[in-house]
């Protein structure tokens, strides 16, 4: 590679490469891949560039050497002796420094010439061109990816420091579009200098989920599926390809072979090479910066498996054939997270029916606290992401990321009560919301007009339920210490919740009234085939107020309940 042996020490990514990491006085500090794990009881989180960061950094380094080099636990019991502790002991810190230096140090070597980390060691496109390191950044302008306000054009060039570097590079093998990819010398498929038909990297067909706790190293516990049989025969992270048995894709790491295959197991799904790249760096002043890049085409992941443990799913009861019964759910652009949490709370298989089924380690998550291995006060969070596609998943058009509280009882398959008074919450705040934009409909045909088409426009709905985020993330906060037996305080947090909602739809619709003209009191009447329609601006907030008072009911009764108070007195 470009830059020669000088550059080998600072693209270590177990000592020398830097991650942010956020300790628990608020301090930030750069760590390198042994420290963040060694040290992870007193990290509360990683300093990412963009929200799809975090699984990437799970997924790819962080979650494969700790099963790798410490085994996944195999009992509820194992797991919870683990979180409980707190903490890595001496005898597994001394584990991964034998795991990131004797056996496998030289493979997390980013300008490694022989083994450099999830890149092919001479990797050559057909026509020998390179690209800049833009095409490794979905934010930065490079061929048919032009981001809206991207600072950089194509033309410009851009320096990543090996951290950043290392960063975007696993970020590719995640979440790259389906685009047209550079040709590689060696790739069967590659034709005219290039490979068409590549689908996303693996987690762009997935809607992302992963559980977070109040440290780096709670979170890696919450990720980590506790496998009763261990880890699949001949299963490896990338960086071993070469200990894999025959049969099962052994190979060299600096190898190009190009497959679609299955997952041979967990460690191989997580760390999945969808791209094969080559990173190329120059000496600067500050040190070697990444400035070209090959990327093309690599293994495509055949199916995802049932146990992939970061989305939730969709079952279908009766698939079409060929198709599985069960596929990954992605998120909804445009939606919070906590709108999602009737699939987040899906705990049982819907086996006869079709719906969603939340992910394998949320329901891990609801057996551990069933089994009271974990604390059922416990502040579990979860953080959702997700990439939009455009143009044949050839662009990003948008990025989906959110997180919030998840009151762990609710995951308790068992536990419905508190379940159903979650997703009774959320659903009155669609109902109410379609309300709302049932309202402005009627309000715009009563000034003589037409509804406002269902692909255009901003709707009331959109800044109703934005200005709802914060109380619902407060609900959530409250809701994990509401016991089952305190049936008046979770009554008392549903009608603060309905009293909230109404506020907010009030607000909303005196607006949307006040900007209504003078003609909409009159209104006007709109035939269809026999039936006459009368539009008025009284009519229409009149339906309105009936239908808020139906959805929000204990909203209502203490309303009617103050106002009978009030005539009494």
Known sequence: MEGGTAMVSEGDLVHDVGFRAVVH?????????????????????????????????????LLPVMIDALGAPRTRQEWGERFHRGHFSKDERDCLAHYLGFRYGDRFRLFDAELPFAQVAGLESLNGETKTAAQLVPSVASGNNVPLFSALSEADELLLTPGDAALWLLHVHCWDTASIKTGAAGDPQAKNGKTTGNPTGPLGQLGVVVPTGETLYETLLLNTPILPDGLEPGDRPQWAWDERPAGLGGQSPAGAAWSE?????????????????RLIACETEQGPRVHRAIVSAGDRLAQ???????????????????QPHRRP?????????????????????????????????????????????LPWQYRLGVETSGLEYGTQSAVVENAIGDDLPLPVKALLAQDDWLREALLECVAQADQVARALDGLNNDLRRAAGGDPLPRDKGSRPSAQFLHCLDGTMRRLLVGL??????????????????EQSVQIAADREADLLLAAAPPRAVVGRTVKNGDKEFVYRSGKAIGVFRTKLAEILPRAAEERRAKREEATAA
């Open 25 to 61: 006085d608020g301090v930030q500090k750069s760590v390198g891949l042994l420290d963040a794990l060694s040290e992870a009881h007193t990290i509360r989180r990683l300093e990412l560039p963009v929200h799809t960061m975090l699984p990437v950094v799970l997924r790819q380094l």
């Open 261 to 277: 295959r299955p997952a041979t197991g967990l460690l191989d799904l997580l760390t999945f090479q969808a791209r094969r790249i």
């Open 480 to 497: 994990r210490t509401v016991d089952e037996d305190d049936e008046e305080l979770l009554e008392r947090a549903q009608l603060a919740w």
């Open 304 to 322: 995802t498996p049932e146990y992939e443990p970061h989305t939730a799913w969709q079952h279908t009861a009766k698939p079409k054939k060929g």
């Open 329 to 373: 759910r992605r998120h909804t652009s445009g939606r919070a997270a906590w709108q999602g949490l009737g699939t987040l709370l899906a705990m049982t298989l819907p086996v006869q029916s079709d719906g969603p089924y939340t992910s394998l380690l949320l329901r891990q998550i609801g057996d551990l606290q069933g089994g009271r291995v």
